[in-house]
């Protein structure tokens, strides 16, 4: 029995949507002026480090959830556009989707091995806020290549 773990073809356009608001305020959040002081919250955590180099496990710390609510938002986005399927989902769509994957994750573990190797301090925790969504970005941008040659290569028969 053959189970299809994707979402309906209309989560595609409902990922398309929200990509564009939720990357640029990641990428406004990224490079802007960074936390808000007005708009801490109080919030459960799992584990928090601060600047004093004080950890606690399982606490309540401050924060501003402009982050987390952005980043969210962006992932869910990412996912939808990776993860639904096709409107001509066949045998050849599955096969080109594992191909997709495979070179995204190749290519996602080659820049994170350059990263680790070369980028240093604050640096490197940009690259780290990116890099959980570079994979996703790889395999959209790969297996949507694919398919255009594809679907070209056919209706050119």
């Known amino acids: 029995m ?6 309906p073809h209309n989560f595609k356009l409902i990922g398309l949507v929200m990509l564009a608001p939720f990357l640029a305020a ?12 007005w708009m ?4 459960p955590a799992l584990m928090t480090l601060d600047l ?8 309540i ?18 996912v939808f556009l990776a993860l639904s399927r096709e409107k001509d989902e066949d045998e050849m769509t ?4 594992m191909q ?24 490197f925790m940009y690259f780290a806020f990116a890099s959980v969504f570079v994979c996703f970005i790889v395999y959209i941008c790969k297996f949507n290549y694919e398919m255009m040659i594809i679907r070209r ?5």
């Open 61 to 78: 710390t401050q924060t501003d959830p402009v982050n987390e609510i952005c980043m969210l938002g962006l992932l869910v986005s990412l």
């Open 26 to 37: 990641c990428i406004w959040l990224l490079l802007g002026p960074g936390e808000a002081d």
């Open 40 to 43: 801490l919250v109080k919030v």
């Open 94 to 97: 599955a096969v080109v989707r």
């Open 2 to 7: 053959k189970k299809n773990y994707l979402l």
């Open 100 to 123: 997709s994957f495979v070179w995204s994750f190749w290519c996602t573990a080659i820049v994170m091995l350059v990263a680790i190797l070369f980028v240093y301090d604050l640096a």
């Open 153 to 157: 290569t056919e209706n050119e028969k």
């Open 52 to 59: 004093n180099s004080t950890s606690e496990w399982f606490g």
